[in-house]
Every structure is written in structure tokens, then in C-alpha cells.
């Protein structure tokens, strides 16, 4: 990754592209919280948190391990699945009210696979609320009308600013190349 000195400017223009990654869904009751994996264990917090607050009866954490130099890569040795059930089960959600998608190394297939393996296990939720990174939520939004497009769904994150987002290993310049990626892979989706 170039690295750039990111300016006022670059920073004003970021917030408006975080803004509009946002669509602001209000967490509803669902039969199912599915956690897409990340790099970033806040969402595995805030999804213990919705299922805490009696959202829904289970949790779903999917995501494979994020390997090489990607900008998402982690150095965790395990799948982010299995690292935001940990987190999930550390805030107090039973370990029995967690399942576990491993395989799932991008958006279309947290999906795609969370689907299967609910269905191989027989259940048959009729909504699912689906937590993800704030700048994630309209392009997971736009993945389940292709994966998923029948499934009552809301999509929600942790309420925070562009600026609130940032941690010192999640820099503005890593969060704002990223950032700047989903806002490209929306427009590439469109067209496939």
C-alpha cells in the first residue's frame, strides 16, 4: 500500500464516503445475528451486544483467516469466526447460542455460506440482522439482494464517526484505502 499524508481535504472527502457506506438500519428482532468477520473485534462486541439486548436467540460469526498482505490481513492464528465467537462468548453469550462459518473469505460468501449451513442444520430463520463494519453496511446490503434476495434483513454496526473509527492499528490511511475500495467494489457489483 502507497502511503499518503492524508490532509484536511482527504479526510473531509473520507467522512462523506463514510457517510454514505452508512444506510442507518435501527437493530430489529431477527431469528439470527450473523457477524461478518473482519479485521477489526469491535463488530463481534456490538454483536454480543445485540444478542445481549434479546435482539435474537443466536449468533452466527462467519469468516475464514484473512492471510497475506491484504489490508484486511490480521495476525491471528485462527479464523475470524472462531475470534468473534471468543469475543461474543467473553461479553456473556452462551457458547451453545454460537454458531460457527469458517470457510468465508469474502462478503458474497459470509452470506452465501451462512445460508447453506443454516439450512444443512435445519434452521429456516424468516429475518436476519446482519452486523458488519459501518462502511461495510451498504455494500453487504447490495451482496444480500444477490445471495439471499427472499431473507427479511437489516444490516447495522457500531454507531461511530469516521474519526471515532479509527485505532492505532486501524490508521486513516489503512480505514481510507479500504474505505475507498468498498465505494469501488459497489460500483463493480453493479455492473456484473
Known sequence: ????????????AARIIWEYHQ??????????I??????????????????????????????????GEDLLATRWTRSE??????VAQQRGVPR????????????????????RMLAERGLRPNRVLIAVKPFMQRRT???MAVEWPEMAASITSPEMTLDEYFTEELTPEKIINIMVGDLQRLWVYAHR
Open 141 to 143: 446490503w447490495a451482496t
Open 23 to 32: 444506510l442507518r438500519h435501527e437493530p430489529i428482532p431477527a431469528d439470527i
Open 1 to 12: 500500500m502507497k502511503t499518503i499524508a492524508i490532509t484536511d481535504d482527504i479526510l473531509g
Open 96 to 115: 451453545e447460542r454460537i454458531l460457527l462459518e469458517t470457510c468465508a473469505t469474502n462478503t458474497a460468501e459470509n452470506i452465501r455460506f451462512t445460508r
Open 81 to 86: 469466526a472462531e475470534m468473534y465467537a471468543d
Open 34 to 67: 450473523v457477524a461478518l468477520g473482519t479485521n477489526d473485534l469491535r463488530v463481534a462486541e456490538f454483536a454480543a451486544e445485540l444478542y445481549l439486548r434479546g435482539i435474537a436467540p443466536l449468533l452466527v460469526c462467519s469468516g475464514a483467516k484473512a492471510h
